[in-house]
């Protein structure tokens, strides 16, 4: 039989060594390979930060962020105009002959935003609002929906709002252009939280994404909660989950590990870049087969 003091003694050793391998956890997240179909869980890794109780590790993970976001701005700032450009339409290319985006009959998508310096969407809107109208029930192409969003307040509140063309946008701030509330006419536009069907794709922007799902946005977390609300309102409604898909610069993709996580992150189902789709989770896996 060990002592009472011995046992003490052995506690202390396992909460150290739990303590240390979570800590190293945190600095250099374990990776999932893509190339096993599996989905990156954003919850896996920041778990690891919840578990310790330690505010300086939340604290080191947020200094992380903020690092990463500078560069990246930065980077974005100095693209080259002509690069950018081909990489904006070969994105854009990309996602018109997509099979999962002509099939996605309800889509939520940003308005791009030349002042944040984000892949441009003007086409992929463009193509959505074109098939738009109120055709026969049976015409895929004719009941498709856009929902595009709009930022309610500081808190990271945040609705997805349904267009019929961009004249129902208004400019906010930062040269931003969102849906109002209502029409001329003061009809209210359709809440995607609120419609009698699913949502089928969501078109995200970032500023960095990694090949395992990894997204980091600009510090405001709507999309995130945005995100998470929906989930469960698919999951409350029985409806499968919709596909999550970021358009990315070339100089947006950084390296496994450099965008750290918390409990609030979502991971994005796939990537487009100019270099093609990048499939990650099973659903997009599935989706492009």
Known sequence: MLSHHHRQASARELINTATQVVAALITHPHTLASSGNQRLSSQSHCSFATMTGNDASLEAIFRR????????????????PTRRSEEDAAIQSIVLTAPWFKYSKSICAYISSPELREVDTSRIVSEILSNS??????????????????????????????????G????????????????AEGKQYEDAMEAKDPVDLFILPGLAFDRCGRRLGRS?????MFLKKYQKLAKDRKWKDPLCVALSYSIQIVEEGAIPVTLNDVSVDALVSPAGFVPISPAAWKRCA
């Open 65 to 80: 962020k903020h690092s990463l976001r500078s560069r990246i701005r930065k980077e974005l700032k100095n693209m080259d």
């Open 133 to 166: 109208g109120n055709g026969q029930e049976g015409d895929v192409l004719t009941r498709r929906k856009l929902y595009v969003p709009r930022v309610e307040d500081r808190n990271s509140n945040m609705r997805m709002l349904r267009i019929n063309s961009v």
């Open 168 to 183: 129902d946008l208004i400019v906010k701030s930062m040269n931003v252009l969102e849906p109002a509330l209502s029409d």
């Open 220 to 224: 405001g977390g709507y999309y995130d």
